[in-house]
């Protein structure tokens, strides 16, 4: 359905701490098989280890990771090496001024930067789908230092895409829980959200 009205990405969240959406990789693997070429499957993953990345990935059989937490067993080029052609997009979570750094340090590892509303100094993680926007300021600050491209996530929805656009100018967006009602997909509020983008 995302698709058909014109996503040119899918993310198929993984096991998370918290947040909507998780589904099994089994399910993953199921619904990343036949996305056609030109779309991006995109497996949202809260591992910390290479290795279990690693294994996700050929479980799942996705052609994007997006790394949801920070790494800290293992390296992004440990990952290029074991997943050649894979793209790597790490999520920065925008709690302050502190995610500009991180940006920076961390941008010359992935293919893409994707900048989120969650907090990983919780006891229960938020590594996405919060619903909550953040410092668009900030999100800016990061797009125009990072040589690599931008999405946008956190709280979007069909009301506030356009102005988000407007003050971040990011390559992309990226929504969950601003497109369901009672868990699931909305089809009309996925109409609403790509009419906005024109």
């Known amino acids: 359905m995302a698709i ?4 040119s990405a899918i993310g198929l ?8 959406g998780p589904i099994a990789e089994e399910l993953i693997a199921e619904i990343a098989a036949p996305v056609p070429p030109g779309v991006a499957s995109f497996l949202l993953t809260c591992k910390q280890d290479v290795a279990s990345i690693i294994d996700q990935q050929r479980r799942t059989r ?3 990771i997006q790394i949801c937490d920070r790494l800290v067993d293992g390296t992004y080029e ?3 090496k074991a997943l050649p052609g894979i793209s790597l997009v790490q999520v920065i979570h925008v709690t302050g001024p502190e995610a500009v750094h991180e940006a920076l340090a961390i941008s010359s590892h992935v293919d893409a930067i994707l900048l989120d509303s969650g907090n990983q100094s919780l006891k229960v ?5 919060t619903g909550r926007t953040h410092d668009w300021a900030l999100s800016r600050e990061i797009r125009e230092s990072v040589e690599v491209p ?3 996530a956190g709280g979007l929805k069909p009301e506030n895409v356009g102005e ?3 003050a971040v100018r990011p390559f992309g967006v990226d929504v969950c829980s601003g497109l369901r009602t009672d868990g699931r997909l909305d089809e009309s509020k996925l109409k609403s959200f790509f ?4």
Do not use: F
């Open 78 to 80: 440990d990952l290029r």
């Open 62 to 64: 996705v052609n994007t």
């Open 4 to 7: 058909e009205h014109g996503a």
């Open 13 to 20: 969240v993984s096991a998370m701490p918290s947040g909507p």
């Open 195 to 198: 009419a906005a983008l024109q």
């Open 125 to 129: 993680k938020e590594l996405g789908g």
């Open 164 to 166: 988000a656009i407007r």
């Open 150 to 152: 931008v999405y946008l």
